[in-house]
């Protein structure tokens, strides 16, 4: 089945420091979609990017849509301490709707 | 409601009891989505509704694992002769109709943390 390769699996960054992770795939999604989870909570969705090339900011969240329909980025500008969490990619496959998640990037923000 | 509502919020079972989580989705979604969380962070898609009917079914355990979506009832999960590792918290999603333009994204709810002892 498809994968998605996240990275980094973790980071440790100061408060104020931009943030950047990132998704590749051996094949094709339609959408890619950014969220964030709290413990114990679910998945709350930050960005959803509909089109190849797509770039699309949600105040200090910017994400973009890859080219080639493989990959997508997600940044994180001036880090604050509720910015930690953990952050998943997930590729939407045509026709099912399924989504198909990374392992994760867990952040750290270090007041 | 404004929000995919799950429960219980916590389940414990011992093994080889029957599990069965339900899943209210949000007001007007048609697409409701099931997900197991597992150790490591990993989800797993399990099973896919269009309104009342399975839409996909490719991650389903045939044997022991059931869902349903029938018109007027939240959405369930049932688990049969529960085993160690079907512990795991068990998220739905659901999603607006594609009809409204292109896929839609999926908002979940917190989930059930299923232990089996």
């Known amino acids: 089945g498809q994968q998605l390769n996240q990275s980094p699996q973790s980071m440790f960054i100061q408060e104020g420091e931009d943030v950047s992770m990132n998704c590749t795939s051996s094949s094709i999604f339609n959408t890619w979609l950014w969220y964030k989870q709290d413990p114990g909570e679910g998945p709350v969705l930050l960005i959803a990017l509909y089109k190849a090339g797509e770039l699309t900011s949600n105040g200090r969240l910017t994400a973009q849509f890859g080219i080639t329909r493989k990959d997508s980025f997600l940044n994180i500008s001036a880090s604050i301490p509720s910015d930690v969490g953990i952050y998943f990619c997930a590729g939407m496959e045509g026709g099912s709707e399924k989504l198909v998640f990374g392992k994760g990037t867990k952040l750290t923000v270090n007041p | 409601g404004e929000e995919v509502a799950q429960t219980p919020k916590h389940l414990v079972r011992g093994e080889g009891q029957k599990a069965k989580l339900y899943c209210a989705p949000i007001k007007g979604h048609s697409y409701v989505f099931w997900y197991q969380q597992v150790l490591k962070n990993e989800f797993k898609f399990l099973i896919s509704?269009?309104?009342?009917?399975?839409?996909?079914e490719t991650g389903m355990p045939k044997e022991r694992f059931s869902a349903k979506c029938l018109p007027n009832s939240p959405c369930s999960l049932e688990i049969q002769a529960t085993k160690l590792e079907d512990s795991a918290v068990y998220f739905c999603a659901s999603s607006q109709s594609a009809d409204r333009g292109g896929n839609q994204p999926q908002h979940f709810g917190d989930g059930t943390r299923l232990s089996i002892l």
């Open positions: 509704f269009q309104n009342e009917n399975v839409f996909d």
